[in-house]
């Protein structure tokens, strides 16, 4: 966890402000976010990479809040989008176009124009299908649309659930290298299209460098393919899924770890890297306060039940997302029990953390989940007709509600008047 997320006199602080003035202020569910954690990630990240020229695409997907986009795109970051409501959150927190990249499978025709319009850096292209789509638009606004064709590798990459490897061939992602050469050849003539670089993204919590080391040896073989083509490209892009520690047990590598395999390699290429991280730079700065409703013992069990559920926090049912869980008040001799923290969710999948040793935790008390900055909002749900959390931006001792909490009225908003 972040170091801003400290504890003094036995009481958890975010910065320089008790997570308990935050409930008082805000309510529970809340996530609460550093704003010092953010932008130290981001320079370490930036930093370790500072040898190449290099554009470094925050995934917006991670966590789309238009402040936490706003702290990046003035710290230096673009935008790496994968739908037109991102393009949106993007242009709207300053982020410059062209400093954008689209990625993604199922792009519309609707979002490839607005993006083409607003004048992105690149398409990371997924299919001979999307190449066309983009080839008629560039031609009718007679504006080429700049494209990268996203490289299948067929690399198995290690990452914890099978849900986020995407490097494989039998995944949905990406192009397979053999009809690469194939479709660079048909863009580079096509008037519609201005081939502008190579895409690669292998998967999301990923604690090796190796299979990005053979990602980039494989795209840049094809680069040199199409080179001997008379097909020069400006960019790779290698895509995101760079690790974090989730338990602060693991040694997770940093952003130095990774360059230092792979800037030797791109420094001969000499192309202009594009990463295109999410978790790494938010992950750790967030935290999620949720309050102990009840505790009760069951079949041998003890259960945690919080206000927080699945709605608010989906990673633990959703991909087996393990999450630390804290006390925020530390109680000094409190018997440690094997417990579930559970949501108040009518699903048997409704947990935040199972069978975990925790302090004995009483009812009305606060809970800490930690290292939930990144896909912890930005898949909240309203499922269970429950309002989507609050959350805040702290900066040293001051406190900014960065969205506040939903209401009953949000949930129904857009709904047929009720018919008779
Ligand atoms: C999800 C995604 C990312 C970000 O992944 P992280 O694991 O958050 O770094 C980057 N690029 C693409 C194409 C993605 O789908």
Redesign the pocket.
Known sequence: MAKEFHTRDGKLYCEDVAAEALVAAHGTPLYVYSRAAILERYREFDGAFAPLDRLI?Y?V??NGNLSLLRLLARGGAGA?I?SGGELHRACLAGVPPERIVF??VGKTVAELAAALEAGIYGF?VESEGELRALAELGAALGKPAPVAL?INPDIESPTPHHY?R?GHLTTK?GIPSEDALRLYELAASTPGLRVRGI?V?I????LEVEPYRQALLHVLVLVDELRARGIALEYLDL?????VSYDDGGAAPVAADFAEALVPHLAVSGLKLVL??????V?SAGLLLTRVLYVKEMGGKRFVITDAGMNDLLRPSHYAGYHHVEPVQRHGGRPVVRSDVVGPICETGDFLALDRALEAAREGELLAIRTVG??GFSMASTYNARPRPAEVLVEGGSVRLIRRRETYDDLIRGEAELLD
């Open positions: 695409a995934s997907k991670a790496d994968v990625s993604g990371n996203r986020t995407t992602f895409d993204h998967g999301s919590q990923i895509g995101g899924g760079f690790g295109e991280p999410g978790r790494y730079l992950a990144a896909y």
